[in-house]
């Protein structure tokens, strides 16, 4: 798959690092030196967001949270995501009161998807810290991470596929009706990681057999 990343941070890095081993992949930001820096860091390849949008299957917004549609219209507004896969790694969280910053039950996610009608939209890789997502092994206790995510049915697959490839084991909880769930879960993780947690502070779904249901 051809992976345009908006963003070129922590998780930008992270993820794109490990998606490099299969896939083509592009990190795109505001300040071209550093996406040049920060691709080169990673071994993919640099491009201004527009670019990057525009040649990927697979668009990964991986600003910060309150910066996705401004990073959206900088990539070229809805039109330019029209038939991409975007998955929405962000986290509207507050720092101050670990609550979730959208107070209607309705995720960022499905934000995000209302504002690209023509994409499809899922939520993935929000509940974990980026020393996580960076681990070259994300095997704890004999067993791989399981990762859940939401997805609408266009996106499902490529999103497994997307989680599959950083190491970890895809588990859907079901559209994006549901990533409000996940964000409110990663309010956990990140109040635990403010307190002191580990980085590796993450939820662990227990369940008999390690294989995804999908
Ligand atoms: N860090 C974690 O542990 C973690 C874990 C799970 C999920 N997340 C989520 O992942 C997202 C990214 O986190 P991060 O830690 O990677 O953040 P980060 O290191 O602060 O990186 C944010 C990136 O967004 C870019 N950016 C900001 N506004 C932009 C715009 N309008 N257009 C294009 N690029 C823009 C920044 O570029 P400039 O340098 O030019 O400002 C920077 O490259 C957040 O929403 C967070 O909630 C983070």
Do not use: C
């Not at 070129?8 to 820096?37: C, D, F, I, P, T």
């Not at 409000?180 to 956990?188: F, T, V």
């Amino acid at each position: 798959m051809k992976i345009g990343v908006i963003g070129y941070g922590g998780m930008a890095k992270a993820l794109a690092g490990k998606w490099a081993r299969k896939h083509e992949v592009v990190l795109s930001g505001r300040n071209r030196a550093n996406a040049e820096a920060a691709a080169a860091a990673t071994g993919v390849k640099a491009g201004e967001p527009g670019e990057a949008v525009a040649v990927a299957d697979v668009v990964v917004l991986a600003t910060r949270h309150e910066d996705v549609f401004d990073a959206i219209e900088g990539a070229g507004g809805s039109d330019a995501f029209r038939d991409k896969v975007v998955v929405d790694i962000n986290n509207p969280i507050s720092v101050e009161t670990f609550l979730t910053t959208r107070d209607d039950r309705r995720s960022l996610t499905q934000a995000i998807a209302d504002a690209l009608p023509g994409a499809h939209v899922g939520k993935a890789f929000n509940m974990a810290q980026v020393a996580v997502w960076a681990d070259p092994d994300m095997t704890y206790d004999g067993r791989r991470m399981v990762t859940l995510y939401t997805a609408d049915d266009g996106a499902d697959a490529t999103l497994a596929e997307l989680i599959e490839d950083v190491g970890a084991e895809p588990l859907r909880l079901g559209g994006n009706e549901h990533a409000y769930q996940l964000e409110a879960a990663a309010a956990i993780v990140i109040k635990l990681l403010f307190a002191g947690g580990d980085p590796h502070t993450i939820l662990n779904l227990i369940r008999p057999e390690a294989k995804p249901i999908r």
